[in-house]
């Protein structure tokens, strides 16, 4: 699907364009006694993977050096791997999950759904495929953090509450934590986005993670408890 051009309404959610993921960046080393950087995959869309961003200002770069500052990921080196591809669906993710979500991962970040709802599938169709990857990561024993989207109003109120409504129930289903909005404060605000009104920009980014990294650092902690057990 090439780059839609998009206003009002859909810059909710997003139009997600097709592209390749980016690296996160550097590891920056191990953490206390040369124990190797816990690995947080961000499995997800062009909002992880930093569409129209240089790599250095995309959301795992981003993330990965606010929890290296001030220790805030508890004295563990942390990578964040960015494991995004524009354009995804829900659908997609599920069907590369074995191979973006290696044997390495110590927890995974699951932002997934947006082009879901602007392409009005079914909100069933998301559902299963979000249950699925859920019920597969936690049969590996991976902690997760579900990141929550959520439809743009122009898709009618019917299908924005069924759409919306997938998150937190899943959420619960699952026993996982869970960001009820990746966009939270920054959809429909021109000053953060792009000039597609549509993708967050540099300060776009930079806001979602100071609203994200609490509960990053929770999964971070709970990466590091799992791999002090193994």
């Known amino acids: 699907?090439?780059?839609?051009?998009?206003?009002?309404?859909?810059?909710?959610?997003?139009?997600?364009?097709?592209g390749l993921a980016l690296p996160a960046g550097a590891t920056g080393g191990g953490g206390a006694e040369g124990?190797?950087?816990?690995?947080?995959?961000?499995?997800?869309d062009s909002l992880v993977a930093g569409y129209g961003l240089p790599p250095g200002e995309a959301f795992p770069v981003r993330l990965q050096q606010a929890l290296a500052a001030n220790g805030r990921?508890?004295?563990?080196?942390?990578?964040?791997?960015?494991?995004?591809?524009s354009g995804d669906t829900a659908s997609d993710g599920l069907a590369r999950l074995d191979w973006a979500v290696g044997d390495d991962a110590d927890a995974v970040m699951v932002e997934l759904g947006a082009n879901d709802a602007l392409r009005g599938i079914d909100?069933?169709?998301?559902?299963?495929?979000?249950?699925?990857?859920?019920?597969?990561?936690?049969?590996?024993?991976l902690p997760v953090l579900l990141v929550g989207?959520?439809?743009?109003?122009?898709?009618g109120p019917a299908y924005k509450q069924a759409f919306d409504a997938i998150y937190p129930e899943l959420a619960a289903a699952h026993g996982v934590p869970l960001v009820p909005f990746f966009l939270d404060g920054v959809a429909a605000e021109r000053a953060l986005n792009q000039r597609d009104g549509i993708h967050p920009n540099a300060e776009g980014v930079r806001t979602i993670v100071s609203?994200?990294?609490?509960q990053?650092?929770?999964?971070?902690?709970?990466?590091?408890?799992r791999r002090d057990r193994s």
């Open 216 to 225: 990053v650092e929770e999964l971070v902690a709970r990466a590091a408890a």
């Open 73 to 85: 990921s508890g004295g563990r080196a942390v990578e964040i791997v960015n494991a995004g591809v």
């Open 35 to 44: 124990r190797p950087p816990l690995r947080i995959v961000a499995l997800g």
């Open 123 to 141: 909100p069933a169709v998301t559902r299963k495929a979000l249950d699925e990857i859920l019920r597969r990561l936690a049969a590996r024993g």
């Open 211 to 214: 609203r994200v990294l609490p």
């Open 149 to 155: 989207m959520q439809a743009p109003p122009n898709m």
């Open 1 to 18: 699907m090439p780059a839609l051009a998009v206003t009002g309404a859909l810059a909710v959610t997003g139009a997600l364009a097709l």
